[in-house]
């Protein structure tokens, strides 16, 4: 499973300087991303889209596990948007792609300017 371990503040943007604080650690989340193997087969080479769908049945009622939802749309206004709510950026990645480790032409992360 890829994804990130992440302390949620209460309007549900994430604490990213948070998670160094040993007090907080029961309010971690996991948030799942991708999946690479699942019941001992490789499932890199699957579309991302069929990845993520068995990636929701896994860890769907997980009570630390959150599946990370897909956005379609124009990337710039999604863009716009994120950052005007002080998150970090997006993760922009072609729906129709096999699983490679690291960034990619596939596979882009942009961070909002304004990010601290």
């Not at 991708?34 to 009570?63: F, N, T, Y």
Request: aromatic residues 6%; glycine residues 8%; contains cysteine.
């Amino acid at each position: 499973m890829d994804g990130e371990a992440v302390l949620f503040l209460p309007d549900g943007r994430n604490d990213r300087h948070g998670l160094r604080n040993r007090h907080n650690s029961r309010f971690v989340t996991m948030v799942a991303f991708d999946l690479m193997m699942l019941d001992g087969d490789d499932i890199r080479r699957q579309s991302l889209v069929e990845r993520k769908a068995r990636l929701r049945e896994l860890v769907s009622g997980q009570p630390l596990i959150q599946f990370s939802e897909s956005i379609e749309g124009d990337g710039e206004t999604i863009f716009r948007h994120v950052c005007s709510m002080g998150l970090e950026g997006i993760v922009s990645k072609r729906k129709d792609s096999i699983y490679r480790s690291g960034r990619t032409r596939s596979w882009i992360k942009t961070k909002c300017p304004s990010y601290s």
